[in-house]
């Protein structure tokens, strides 16, 4: 009997070796030798922490950008096509403070100029 490499079903390993499939320290095989597929890169995640703490120097309006692209990775991660759950969340949180810090600060500014305009602060 010869050995029939692109033969699964064939059984016996014409070397007399056992596969790696349990030994420790060896990753398993997937399809026919293949290595694991890689996950993809984490740039939606780590543009949406970057625009959202640059969004601090620039009026909150970079932070709305950096919540578009946080929300954009967790859909993407939801799906297995990306990684960094964590930092996309951060993102997210740290631009939605930032906006509303902002949007609580223009309201001040505009009821103290009302206040001022009307007199009734002195």
């Not at 010869?2 to 790696?20: A, F, I, L, V």
């Not at 398993?28 to 995640?45: C, I, L, R």
């Not at 949180?93 to 305009?117: E, H, P, R, S, T």
Request: net charge neutral; glycine share 14%.
């Amino acid at each position: 009997m010869t050995y029939d490499p692109y033969n699964p079903k064939q059984s016996g390993d014409p070397y007399g070796q056992q596969p790696p499939y349990g030994q420790p320290g060896q990753q398993p095989m997937y399809g026919y030798g293949y290595p694991p597929p890689v996950p993809k890169s984490q740039t939606n995640a780590i543009l949406a922490l970057v625009l959202s703490l640059v969004g601090f120097a620039t009026c909150g309006v970079t932070s709305i950008v950096g919540v578009i692209f946080g929300h954009v990775a967790m859909g993407k991660i939801k799906r297995g096509e990306e990684e960094g759950h964590g930092m996309a969340l951060a993102g997210i949180i740290v631009g939605y403070v930032v906006i509303v810090g902002y949007l609580l600060l223009i309201a001040f500014y505009v009821f103290m100029f009302f206040a001022a305009v009307n007199g009734t602060y002195r």
